[in-house]
């Protein structure tokens, strides 16, 4: 398991080396989106308008925020279950999408997808809120104010601690349940 | 009759969305330290020693321990010789959801089913009333994350499955659920009633506390086989692998049709927040 520093936009080159259980302390900006955000990136792209941010190179970080106290640029700040956005992860990534970030299994057609434009899948620590939300300095509502905690907002995070959970060789990270030692097989 | 302001009720509902939202449970806490001191993968360690470290965080700043601050559900105990002025209870108790989601910075998660437009204050709230004897009410309050209560299910078996359909279902259920409702998790189990009423005892039983015993012997015995079981899967703290994948199984178990075995499974994350009060 190895450990790297990497700054966004991400390149193939800095994807490749990745492999499943490397730790990477990424910085620059990444991009907040949930379902309903993804919803209406998609229906950008079936109307062939631009999309607020630039997806060449771009990270998105499956989260909703909490609202921000005074004094801080971001509430509580901690990854959403990733297979909600699994119906719209391939095409993103097909469009220059190089990561995604969440808590949980991706299905097969995001796993192809990974190993197919060199993009990879991080998880950071499902409920650690407060703790991720140290390494945001900044944030930025840039589309979809309307959506509340779901708007997209243009993050700048310093050493953000990530774990390669699904690399782009078809590697994974997540373990298989033992059904067998639990007795029901 | 004894009459309680609607005013008391707001502020303490406020209060306990707060608390409960900031501060990890001392039951909690002590066992991820517990498992701390079990595993050996070094990843479930990480994981671990991260949740601490944000519970310690969360304390101190006053931030949520989770972005995922929940649907508000409520348990309350309403004693026969209660009244409350000012407002109807339901009323107050939304109010107090309100107050306590906006002055603590609380993420509004209430939203439409079908056009998912934010109700823009966390409300309402689910609330399951009881009509108790006496002149006291309880209110027990619990953030119920969307990511947890995704993961949960209700079925009906047939009677003939009985206990062991019963573990195996359960068992299945969180090894499908895997890394998704951040584990390591407590489940909440409700056994006979009705459709409904099974999912509701269920997640009633994730008030209890960790370190608690349930006072029926055979059911805290069915208690721990499950535990032991479900942690053989080996799925570990966020889905890396460990022997923590839950940190504790609540069972409530009521009477039944004779044709049904009804069965729910209410999956709760790590971060077990509730809060009660007694006015």
């Known amino acids: 398991m190895a450990e790297y520093k990497l700054n966004t936009p991400l390149t193939d080159e800095d994807l490749s080396q990745l492999k499943a259980g490397d730790v990477v302390k990424l910085s620059g900006h990444i991009y907040t989106a949930r379902d309903a955000a993804h919803k209406r990136l998609v229906d950008l792209l079936d109307k062939g308008e631009k999309l607020p941010f630039e997806l060449k190179g771009a990270v998105v970080y499956y989260v909703g925020p909490s609202p921000a106290p005074p004094g801080r640029p971001i509430g509580a700040a901690g990854p959403t279950t990733s297979y909600r956005m699994d119906t719209y992860a391939p095409r993103l990534h097909s469009l220059g999408l190089k990561a995604s970030v969440g808590k949980g299994k991706r299905n097969d057609e995001v796993k192809q997808a990974l190993k ?69 097989e | 009759m004894r009459t309680i302001q609607a005013k008391e009720i707001i502020d303490a509902v406020a209060g306990m969305c707060i608390k409960a939202n900031t501060e990890l449970p001392d039951d909690v806490r002590t066992k991820f330290e517990q498992a701390m001191a079990e595993e050996e993968s070094p990843s479930a360690r990480e ?98 994350g969307g990511g947890s209560e995704n993961m949960s299910r209700v079925t009906m078996l047939a009677p003939a499955q009985g206990w062991e359909g019963i573990k195996k279902y359960v068992i299945n259920r969180i090894a499908e659920a895997g890394p998704n409702p951040c584990p390591p998790t407590i489940v909440g189990i409700g056994v006979g009633g009705t459709f409904d009423h099974a999912a509701r005892i269920a997640k009633k039983t994730l008030l209890r506390r960790l370190d608690d015993t349930h006072p029926d012997p055979q059911i805290a015995a069915m208690e721990k086989e499950l535990e032991e079981a479900i942690n053989k899967l080996g799925i570990g703290p966020m889905g890396l692998g460990g022997k923590t994948t839950v940190l504790g199984v609540k069972i409530a178990v009521e009477p039944c049709h004779l044709a049904s075995l009804p069965l729910a499974v209410n999956v709760q994350c790590h971060s077990q927040r509730h809060e009660e009060v007694e006015l």
């Open chain 2, 47 to 144: 994981v671990l020693r991260q949740l601490l470290e944000n519970a310690d965080l969360a304390a101190e700043t006053k931030l949520p321990l989770c972005q995922d601050t929940g649907l508000a559900v409520f348990f309350v105990e309403v004693g026969e010789d209660v009244r409350v002025e000012g407002a109807t209870l339901r009323e107050a108790i939304n109010e107090g959801v309100r107050k306590g989601y906006g002055e603590g910075f609380l993420r509004k998660s209430a939203c439409d089913p079908l056009t998912r437009a934010n109700t823009g204050d966390n409300t309402p709230a689910i609330i399951h009333f009881d009509i108790v004897a006496g002149d006291r009410l309880k209110i027990s309050y619990m953030a119920k």
């Open chain 1, 116 to 184: 197919d434009y060199t993009a990879v899948y991080f998880g950071a620590t499902g409920g650690a809120g407060a703790l991720l939300s140290k390494c945001i300095t900044k944030a930025e509502v840039i589309a979809f104010d309307d959506l509340g905690p779901e708007a997209i907002r243009e993050l700048t995070v310093e050493d953000f601690p990530l774990l390669v959970i699904n690399d782009c060789h078809g590697g994974e990270l997540y373990v298989q349940p033992d059904r067998k030692a639990a007795g029901i």
